[in-house]
């Protein structure tokens, strides 16, 4: 007796189960599909990054290569390829190449343009924004202090790795549109600054003993880093090279 009610659970365990893998198993198989197809899908999309960004960093040192040999024709060429079809970082470093270039051979107006272009493309601050303040040095004699104002006001916040220079630059810009209040407040602001490097601050006050003099003091000393003239290795490596002085590159 006690066999049959056992046939009869087992009956009614196996029917169950039947019913569940009816019910739920084809939602259990699109799962098990969707994983293994993103699966499949994220280590092709890595693959192809991994690929990408080595041809991008071999053009880049093609193009460096090219420019210290002075064929700047070549380089230049080599530069606008990597604009367009550079992966990352590799393209706005190409955009920062050519902006010197374009400075080298006196065009100051072309080299604003690779510079805004740079600042525009990039999402990394440590570029971003030194290419956003090189432009305004680039145009520097044709800017007004609102230009220079509206400009580098964005890179003056607390975590923006130039905003000592960019602070800088507006004081200036005051001092030269002859807003004296304004350049004194930005001179002593700077000059007070425990986090300032040492050549801002003591430009600072040199422009804070020039405002008591009535002179102007000249465009404030572009010394912040430059991008690298190689690039080998990773693409990280690559941007960490490019802005690792951050503030302490300002003196």
Known sequence: MVDIFEEVDEELRRDKYQDLVRQFGPLVLGVAAAIIVGTA???GWHAWQTSTREQSSDAYEVAINALEANRAAQAAS??????ETGTGSY???ALMQRA???LEAGDNVAAAAFYEQAASRSGEPLIRDLASLRAVWALWETLSFSDVEIRLTPLTTATSPYRHLA????????????????AQREYQFLSTSFDAPQGVARRAMEGLAL?????VPAIP???APAPADG???SETETVTEQASAGDSGDD
């Open 41 to 43: 899908g994220y280590q």
């Open 78 to 83: 080599s530069f606008d390829t990597l604009v």
């Open 91 to 93: 393209a706005t470093l």
């Open 100 to 102: 010197a270039m374009a």
């Open 167 to 182: 602070r800088e630059a507006i004081a200036v810009a005051a001092l030269r549109a002859g807003d004296r209040e304004r």
């Open 211 to 215: 405002i008591a003099a009535d002179g």
């Open 221 to 223: 000393d572009s010394t």
């Open 231 to 233: 690039a080998a290795g």
